[in-house]
Nanobody
Framework: VQLQASGGGVVPVGDSLRLSCEAS??????????LGWFRQAPGKEREFIAA????????YYGDSVKGRVTVSRDTDKNTVNLQMDSLKPEDTAVYYC???????????????????WGQGTQVTVSS
């Protein structure tokens, strides 16, 4: 499974960004995977941002971004998207998408449960 993230950039405080992550691979079936977004700022641990479970019915959000981000998926394009609004300087980080072959929601917010990771895309919010 390969994951390719895109959509990062430099934006002013209060602006919005939409990150996308395309999953590919001969055996990849989006209906079997939980798809998540994490971020990591310099000197900090990887932080859970959002996830959508294998069925697409359950959405999860980290406390630091709840109310400002929306996760979604497109099953036709095998993509998971992260809409981020009202961006703050503390949202500056490298954002990673990840996939977990997970037919349940157990551990969906824990980065150690994810099997595959994208390369990351930089988001910088300038004040």
């Amino acid at each position: 499974v390969q994951l390719q993230a895109s959509g990062g950039g430099v934006v002013p405080v209060g602006d919005s960004l939409r990150l996308s992550c395309e999953a590919s691979g001969p055996t990849f079936d989006i209906n079997l995977y939980a798809l998540g977004w994490f971020r990591q700022a310099p000197g900090k641990e990887r932080e859970f941002i959002a996830a959508i479970n294998w069925s697409g019915e359950n959405l999860y959000y980290g406390d630091s971004v709840k109310g400002r981000v929306t996760v979604s998926r497109d099953t036709d394009k095998n993509t998971v998207n992260l809409q981020m609004d009202s961006l703050k300087p503390e949202d500056t980080a490298v954002y990673y998408c990840a996939a977990d072959l997970n037919y349940s929601d157990y551990g969906i917010t824990n980065p150690t449960h994810y099997d595959y990771w994208g390369q990351g895309t930089q988001v910088t919010v300038s004040s």
